[in-house]
């Protein structure tokens, strides 16, 4: 008791005295940016907006007089930061040029797209969606922030969290699926893992929530088009994955390409400065994407350079990527007095602000460590995080007579396809500093798990892409060539099982790779067939950055495995799943549909006047296609099973303030351990603006043993059902609800509640 005492006045002077310093060190940051602003010259804030890309060699003299200009205006403290410089190398010498030529002395930040990895490639954002584990999310996070850290960079252009239901769209390969509420959980996870709890640490580094807004929902799925959304989606769909990284505290937004609704995003200030930095009151800072802002000219928004320069700014967009607008523009907008120089103020204090609160003041070359360098990158212990992340990626999608795991009946394998061997796709399209052709490939994977006595023989059967692949150009599949068939089909025929690797090219998808076919692209459907045909024992591996066509496969072959392109460990984890050394527990993030005719597809869409599922003539569907998903949003079979048991709710209403209790029991029933993603959803059914017929509302991944059984509970209160309404606000609104809950969006039970 005496103790208790004690204690707690100290604990109260403890808060005193720490929350001060913190508003001491808070207050003492924002005085150091505001004397710092005090300093610099019109030039000088204005280089501070200015981001250029290293395509130069920053150890060697620049060779052209573009770069020239680049590295002069270095050199003269005219630039505030650099992407694509890697290396510590590099970026120290970046630095050097910097900081021993500046007047300031102010700090450069070097900047990089560390999408899925850094040297140590983890899964493609999609894939690792599929895992809807947050904390292994976080972790492939941290890692990739250690090892950029420990090669020059302070800022990754990470986390995308676009939602998108647009298989079509190349980059929907680098988001976490058609759903906002897992798209915001799956953002702030990566946030907190590259951030840290304080971005001053070594190993800390800047998240940016990009794209900012409405990228992922482009027409057609063609890269950087259109969009025309109206403000209840834009709030209701887009949004929300942005508001909790901005309230997870993320240090950067991007915004993006796309017009919205007529006004390019870039150029956009309902989106920058109403609500981010407006209701939001984000404090970080606004970069462009890649020239976005000179793009404002090409939209037909702007009429030149000093228009574009004018829009981006009065919008929100505080640093120009490799535009070259604000460099050539805001000296004579602020002169001629058409730019407040506040704008111009307040955009540099948010750049400040980001350099100081990683520390860069205090050490420059604070991420410039080589034997660090040395240490960290592709470590053994990052490589098992790696095969971690793997593993929980991988969805198996179909599994007749439970054909997987491979029993130990069989004595050989034909492992046959152009992905096979693979060691390159893995690594996917944004693969940061990745060695090519350095990820482990599925046959090598397999050889490594199989038992010893299972014979395992490889036919390519055929190419899948030919010539020269790289992110920066087209690359060509290979449409013809099919002499490699007849060895495959030799192979397979005389094997117990064929394990069939198919699926893309990781230049199929990521940035501009949006296609019309979302099918098997070259002779890879004629392989399958010739395959099957031979032997219909096939396991279909596939690996892909997006949802596909898989009608056909779905109907013959007996076992199909979503895999994506799973980075450095691939081939590792694809041969514990195959050998049942791992039990397969992933579940998608986005629909995958019968054909592209329906795209966009998702879970979480509307009723129509004329009702979904009725099989009239006049109901909202196609005469020739089914309307709903081949595999739906949450689908993924396990090696067990899982029994659920009946919704119980602890209270049928709720008002404001209150919550209900909603639990489930689930069983596994199986043989064998495994995870299980048990999901909740909701639908508000009548709505000041018409809401989806269902929406994600909670989940939990829970571990069964054999006949294990486990209660899981979720909680539903007013937070849990607002919207965005049609007072335009965030409220709830009173009347029934329908619960859902079950192993995936489309297969699940509901009982009712009522908010009043
Ligand atoms: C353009 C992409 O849209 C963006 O996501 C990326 O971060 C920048 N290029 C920088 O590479």
């Given at each position: 008791?005496?103790?208790?005492?004690?204690?707690?006045?100290?604990?109260?002077?403890?808060?005193?005295?720490c929350s001060n310093t913190l508003l001491a060190q808070k207050k003492s940051?924002?005085?150091?940016?505001?004397?710092?602003?005090?300093?610099?010259?019109?030039?000088?804030?204005?280089?501070?907006?200015?981001?250029?890309?290293?395509?130069?060699?920053?150890?060697?003299?620049?060779?052209?007089?573009?770069?020239?200009?680049?590295?002069?205006?270095?050199?003269?403290?005219?630039?505030?930061?650099?992407?694509?410089?890697?290396?510590?190398?590099?970026?120290?010498?970046?630095?050097?040029?910097?900081?021993?030529?500046?007047?300031?002395?102010?700090?450069?930040?070097?900047?990089?797209?560390?999408?899925?990895?850094?040297?140590?490639?983890?899964?493609?954002?999609?894939?690792?969606?599929?895992?809807?584990?947050?904390?292994?999310?976080?972790?492939?996070?941290?890692?990739?922030?250690?090892?950029?850290?420990?090669?020059?960079?302070?800022?990754?252009?990470?986390?995308?969290?676009?939602?998108?239901?647009?298989?079509?769209?190349?980059?929907?390969?680098?988001?976490?699926?058609?759903?906002?509420?897992?798209?915001?959980?799956?953002?702030?996870?990566?946030?907190?893992?590259?951030?840290?709890?304080?971005?001053?640490?070594?190993?800390?580094?800047?998240?940016?929530?990009?794209?900012?807004?409405?990228?992922?929902?482009?027409?057609?799925?063609?890269?950087?088009?259109?969009?025309?959304?109206?403000?209840?989606?834009?709030?209701?769909?887009?949004?929300?994955?942005?508001?909790?990284?901005?309230?997870?505290?993320?240090?950067?937004?991007?915004?993006?390409?796309?017009?919205?609704?007529?006004?390019?995003?870039?150029?956009?200030?309902?989106?920058?400065?109403?609500?981010?930095?407006?209701?939001?009151?984000?404090?970080?800072?606004?970069?462009?994407?890649?020239?976005?802002?000179?793009?404002?000219?090409?939209?037909?928004?702007?009429?030149?350079?000093?228009?574009?320069?004018?829009?981006?700014?009065?919008?929100?967009?505080?640093?120009?990527?490799?535009?070259?607008?604000?460099?050539?523009?805001?000296?004579?907008?602020?002169?001629?007095?058409?730019?407040?120089?506040?704008?111009?103020?307040?955009?540099?204090?948010?750049?400040?602000?980001?350099?100081?609160?990683?520390?860069?003041?205090?050490?420059?070359?604070?991420?410039?460590?080589?034997?660090?360098?040395?240490?960290?990158?592709?470590?053994?212990?990052?490589?098992?995080?790696?095969?971690?992340?793997?593993?929980?990626?991988?969805?198996?999608?179909?599994?007749?007579?439970?054909?997987?795991?491979?029993?130990?009946?069989?004595?050989?394998?034909?492992?046959?396809?152009?992905?096979?061997?693979?060691?390159d796709s893995p690594l996917g399209n944004w693969r940061g500093q990745a060695?090519?052709?350095?990820?482990?490939?599925?046959?090598?994977?397999?050889?490594?798990?199989?038992?010893?006595?299972?014979?395992?023989?490889?036919?390519?059967?055929?190419?899948?892409?030919?010539?020269?692949?790289?992110?920066?150009?087209?690359?060509?599949?290979?449409?013809?060539?099919?002499?490699?068939?007849?060895?495959?089909?030799?192979?397979?025929?005389?094997?117990?099982?064929?394990?069939?690797?198919?699926?893309?090219?990781?230049?199929?998808?990521?940035?501009?790779?949006?296609?019309?076919?979302?099918?098997?692209?070259?002779?890879?459907?004629?392989?399958?067939?010739?395959?099957?045909?031979?032997?219909?024992?096939?396991?279909?591996?596939?690996?892909?950055?997006?949802?596909?066509?898989?009608?056909?496969?779905?109907?013959?072959?007996?076992?199909?495995?979503?895999?994506?392109?799973?980075?450095?460990?691939?081939?590792?984890?694809?041969?514990?799943?195959?050998?049942?050394?791992?039990?397969?527990?992933?579940?998608?993030?986005?629909?995958?549909?019968?054909?592209?005719?329906?795209?966009?597809?998702?879970?979480?869409?509307?009723?129509?006047?004329?009702?979904?599922?009725?099989?009239?003539?006049?109901?909202?569907?196609?005469?020739?296609?089914?309307?709903?998903?081949?595999?739906?949003?949450?689908?993924?079979?396990?090696?067990?099973?899982?029994?659920?048991?009946?919704?119980?709710?602890?209270?049928?209403?709720?008002?404001?303030?209150?919550?209900?209790?909603?639990?489930?029991?689930?069983?596994?029933?199986?043989?064998?351990?495994?995870?299980?993603?048990?999901?909740?959803?909701?639908?508000?059914?009548?709505?000041?603006?018409?809401?989806?017929?269902?929406?994600?509302?909670?989940?939990?991944?829970?571990?069964?043993?054999?006949?294990?059984?486990?209660?899981?509970?979720?909680?539903?209160?007013?937070?849990?059902?607002?919207?965005?309404?049609?007072?335009?606000?965030?409220?709830?609104?009173?009347?029934?609800?329908?619960?859902?809950?079950?192993?995936?969006?489309?297969?699940?039970?509901?009982?009712?509640?009522?908010?009043?």
């Amino acid at each position: 008791m005496i103790k208790k005492i004690i204690k707690k006045p100290l604990i109260i002077l403890g808060v005193i005295i720490c929350s001060n310093t913190l508003l001491a060190q808070k207050k003492s940051t924002e005085e150091k940016i505001d004397s710092l602003l005090s300093l610099m010259t019109l030039e000088e804030k204005i280089g501070q907006m200015v981001q250029y890309s290293a395509s130069w060699d920053v150890t060697g003299p620049a060779n052209d007089s573009y770069n020239q200009n680049k590295l002069d205006n270095l050199k003269n403290g005219l630039v505030g930061s650099m992407l694509n410089v890697t290396g510590v190398k590099n970026t120290r010498e970046a630095q050097r040029l910097n900081m021993e030529n500046s007047r300031l002395k102010i700090p450069l930040l070097f900047a990089y797209d560390v999408i899925h990895g850094y040297k140590t490639i983890f899964p493609v954002p999609l894939g690792e969606s599929a895992s809807w584990d947050l904390e292994i999310m976080e972790l492939t996070a941290r890692v990739a922030a250690r090892e950029s850290a420990a090669s020059g960079i302070g800022w990754t252009f990470s986390p995308m969290i676009d939602v998108s239901r647009d298989a079509r769209w190349g980059r929907i390969m680098e988001g976490s699926g058609e759903d906002p509420y897992l798209t915001s959980l799956i953002g702030v996870a990566k946030i907190k893992g590259y951030q840290g709890d304080d971005l001053s640490h070594p190993t800390s580094i800047a998240a940016c929530a990009k794209h900012f807004a409405g990228y992922g929902f482009a027409e057609s799925g063609k890269d950087y088009n259109t969009v025309n959304i109206g403000i209840h989606e834009l709030n209701n769909s887009i949004l929300p994955p942005f508001k909790a990284a901005s309230e997870a505290g993320v240090a950067t937004f991007m915004n993006s390409f796309n017009e919205l609704d007529g006004i390019p995003a870039t150029a956009n200030s309902y989106l920058q400065r109403d609500l981010l930095k407006g209701e939001w009151n984000f404090q970080g800072l606004m970069v462009s994407d890649w020239g976005s802002i000179a793009e404002l000219i090409n939209h037909g928004y702007a009429k030149d350079k000093f228009q574009a320069g004018e829009l981006a700014l009065k919008a929100g967009s505080d640093m120009d990527m490799e535009g070259a607008i604000y460099e050539n523009s805001l000296k004579e907008l602020v002169q001629n007095k058409v730019i407040d120089i506040k704008l111009v103020d307040d955009a540099v204090k948010r750049i400040l602000r980001v350099k100081f609160q990683l520390g860069l003041f205090d050490d420059p070359y604070k991420y410039c460590d080589e034997e660090l360098e040395k240490n960290e990158l592709y470590s053994s212990e990052n490589q098992e995080v790696a095969l971690d992340a793997a593993k929980k990626s991988i969805v198996l999608l179909k599994n007749d007579k439970q054909i997987l795991p491979i029993s130990g009946d069989v004595k050989s394998i034909a492992v046959i396809g152009p992905l096979a061997d693979d060691k390159d796709s893995p690594l996917g399209n944004w693969r940061g500093q990745a060695v090519p052709n350095s990820a482990v490939s599925v046959l090598e994977g397999i050889k490594n798990h199989a038992p010893k006595s299972v014979k395992i023989r490889y036919a390519k059967g055929a190419d899948l892409s030919i010539g020269e692949r790289s992110f920066l150009k087209p690359m060509t599949i290979n449409q013809t060539d099919t002499s490699g068939f007849e060895k495959a089909i030799n192979l397979a025929e005389k094997s117990d099982l064929v394990i069939l690797v198919v699926g893309e090219d990781a230049y199929q998808s990521g940035e501009a790779r949006s296609q019309t076919d979302i099918g098997f692209a070259g002779v890879q459907n004629e392989l399958i067939e010739a395959i099957y045909k031979a032997n219909p024992n096939v396991v279909m591996v596939l690996m892909n950055g997006r949802p596909m066509d898989l009608t056909w496969s779905d109907q013959h072959i007996p076992a199909i495995l979503e895999t994506w392109l799973l980075g450095s460990q691939h081939g590792n984890a694809v041969g514990e799943v195959l050998f049942g050394k791992y039990n397969p527990s992933g579940k998608l993030t986005a629909s995958f549909p019968r054909n592209v005719g329906q795209l966009p597809l998702y879970y979480n869409y509307k009723q129509t006047g004329r009702g979904n599922e009725i099989p009239d003539v006049t109901y909202a569907s196609y005469r020739d296609s089914k309307r709903d998903a081949l595999y739906p949003f949450g689908f993924g079979l396990s090696y067990t099973e899982f029994e659920y048991g009946k919704i119980k709710l602890s209270q049928e209403k709720f008002s404001k303030g209150e919550s209900i209790q909603i639990s489930i029991d689930v069983k596994n029933t199986g043989k064998v351990k495994g995870e299980e993603v048990v999901q909740m959803y909701l639908q508000d059914l009548f709505g000041s603006v018409t809401r989806p017929i269902k929406e994600l509302k909670g989940f939990e991944k829970i571990t069964l043993n054999p006949g294990e059984t486990k209660t899981v509970t979720f909680k539903i209160d007013e937070k849990t059902i607002e919207f965005f309404t049609a007072n335009q606000k965030w409220e709830a609104e009173k009347g029934e609800f329908k619960i859902y809950i079950g192993t995936n969006s489309r297969d699940l039970q509901n009982t009712s509640c009522f908010y009043q």
